[in-house]
């Protein structure tokens, strides 16, 4: 499995000579023979990959165990000579102040303190312990929530040259058999065999049925579509890229404001204006989180009117203006419009 991981680091040029890791640990198997892997290959000589390693555990505050899950990752490292930081976050009670899912609000904590502990360490990557399975489980979510290319492709290797997944190309079953071969002994969260998330359905109850009923390689097939969903998703970016650079009048990220030739714009296919309008505003906020079929579906009704204007819901951070200036019209995108 060591030379599996090795594989994927140098195929995806995950980790680099110098690199220093966040890996996130959380104490389970996945996260425990992602660790122990990558401090083997970190004190190897021969591999000719020179890098560093620190440890980020969240202790979530749900399960009476969850102070043992701690207790061992920090013994774990302290025996291994690695460095070691925890904080302690009420998951249930930010959920309650922030009205979103203890899922969601669990993610986003451990993501906010792997990058507080990255900037205290001077590390310059972050490394979770996602593997095959949760990858077909990722897809199999998105399908059912009728998403299209961009979430078929998965979890990605490598996430704004930051986030990096070096067991990816692992099956749980091998992750397993791995620490039970090195005596690593990890700590099992018993919330995952409760079906109250989603990602639980379908890991417990959806791909089992599929696997008895439809295709017991169902695991694989999802990979593969992910691994297709990836290279058409990658081809379609670089269109929407060349496409920007041709439509775009001017680009002020420092104002937060962008604006394209209309005309241009309502003579691209559908597909790409889709993409395009997400590209856009992904350059203004840095995401295009919450954007909605259904927005996207409002601007390019507004552009094709070659009038009007609107605040881009959910959060009502994005203006959509359509003006004329001279004998053209321009499509305005700005986070705060300034008269």
Same mark, same amino acid.
């Given at each position: 499995?060591?030379?599996?991981?090795?594989?994927?680091?140098?195929?995806?040029?995950?980790?680099?000579?110098?690199?220093?890791?966040?890996?996130?640990?959380?104490?389970?198997?996945?996260?425990?023979?992602?660790?122990?892997?990558?401090?083997?290959?970190?004190?190897?000589?021969?591999?000719?990959?020179?890098?560093?390693?620190?440890?980020?555990?969240?202790?979530?505050? $749900?399960?009476?165990?969850?102070?043992?899950?701690?207790? !061992?990752?920090?013994? !774990?490292?302290?025996?291994?000579?690695?460095?070691?930081?925890?904080?302690?976050?009420?998951?249930?009670?930010?959920?309650?102040?922030?009205?979103?899912?203890?899922?969601?609000?669990?993610?986003?904590?451990?993501?906010?303190?792997?990058?507080?502990?990255?900037?205290?360490?001077?590390?310059?990557?972050?490394?979770?312990?996602?593997?095959?399975?949760?990858?077909?489980?990722?897809?199999?979510?998105?399908?059912?929530?009728?998403?299209?290319?961009? @979430?078929?492709? @998965?979890?990605?290797?490598?996430?704004?040259?930051? !986030?990096?997944?070096?067991?990816?190309?692992?099956?749980?079953?091998?992750?397993?058999?791995?620490?039970?071969?090195?005596?690593?002994?990890?700590?099992?969260?018993?919330?995952?065999?409760?079906?109250?998330?989603?990602?639980?359905?379908?890991?417990?109850?959806?791909?089992?049925?599929?696997?008895?009923?439809?295709?017991?390689?169902?695991?694989?097939?999802?990979?593969?579509?992910?691994?297709?969903?990836?290279?058409?998703?990658?081809?379609?970016?670089?269109?929407?890229?060349?496409?920007?650079?041709?439509?775009?009048?001017?680009?002020?990220?420092?104002?937060?404001?962008?604006?394209?030739?209309?005309?241009?714009?309502?003579?691209?296919?559908?597909?790409?204006?889709?993409?395009?309008?997400?590209?856009?505003?992904?350059?203004?906020?840095?995401?295009?989180?919450?954007?909605?079929?259904?927005?996207?579906?409002?601007? $390019?009704?507004?552009?094709?009117?070659?009038?009007?204007?609107?605040?881009?819901?959910?959060?009502?951070?994005?203006?959509?203006?359509?003006?004329?200036?001279?004998?053209?019209?321009?499509?305005?995108?700005?986070?705060?419009?300034?008269?």
């Amino acid at each position: 499995m060591k030379n599996k991981v090795l594989k994927t680091i140098k195929k995806y040029n995950l980790i680099e000579n110098g690199d220093k890791l966040v890996l996130g640990v959380s104490g389970g198997p996945d996260s425990i023979a992602m660790l122990n892997i990558l401090n083997d290959l970190r004190i190897e000589k021969d591999i000719e990959l020179d890098f560093n390693i620190v440890v980020a555990h969240i202790n979530h505050m $749900i399960r009476d165990e969850a102070i043992e899950d701690e207790n !061992f990752v920090k013994k !774990f490292c302290e025996e291994k000579g690695i460095e070691f930081y925890s904080k302690s976050i009420d998951v249930k009670k930010l959920a309650n102040t922030n009205k979103i899912s203890t899922e969601e609000a669990g993610r986003n904590a451990r993501y906010d303190f792997f990058e507080e502990v990255l900037k205290k360490t001077g590390s310059n990557k972050i490394a979770t312990a996602h593997n095959l399975n949760d990858n077909a489980e990722t897809v199999l979510m998105n399908l059912l929530r009728g998403s299209g290319v961009s @979430g078929l492709k @998965g979890i990605e290797k490598i996430r704004d040259g930051k !986030f990096i997944r070096p067991i990816i190309e692992c099956k749980r079953s091998e992750i397993e058999q791995y620490c039970l071969e090195n005596k690593l002994n990890p700590r099992y969260d018993k919330t995952n065999n409760e079906n109250t998330y989603t990602r639980n359905k379908i890991r417990n109850m959806l791909i089992p049925y599929i696997e008895e009923n439809f295709n017991p390689n169902i695991v694989d097939s999802l990979n593969r579509l992910s691994t297709i969903a990836t290279k058409e998703d990658e081809y379609i970016h670089k269109i929407v890229e060349n496409s920007f650079k041709d439509i775009v009048i001017t680009a002020d990220i420092s104002k937060k404001e962008i604006i394209l030739d209309l005309k241009k714009f309502n003579e691209l296919d559908e597909v790409i204006k889709s993409r395009l309008i997400l590209y856009t505003i992904s350059e203004i906020l840095g995401t295009s989180q919450g954007i909605e079929k259904i927005h996207i579906e409002d601007i $390019i009704k507004l552009c094709g009117n070659n009038i009007g204007n609107k605040y881009l819901m959910p959060n009502k951070n994005i203006k959509i203006f359509i003006k004329k200036g001279g004998d053209d019209y321009a499509f305005y995108l700005a986070q705060k419009w300034r008269d």
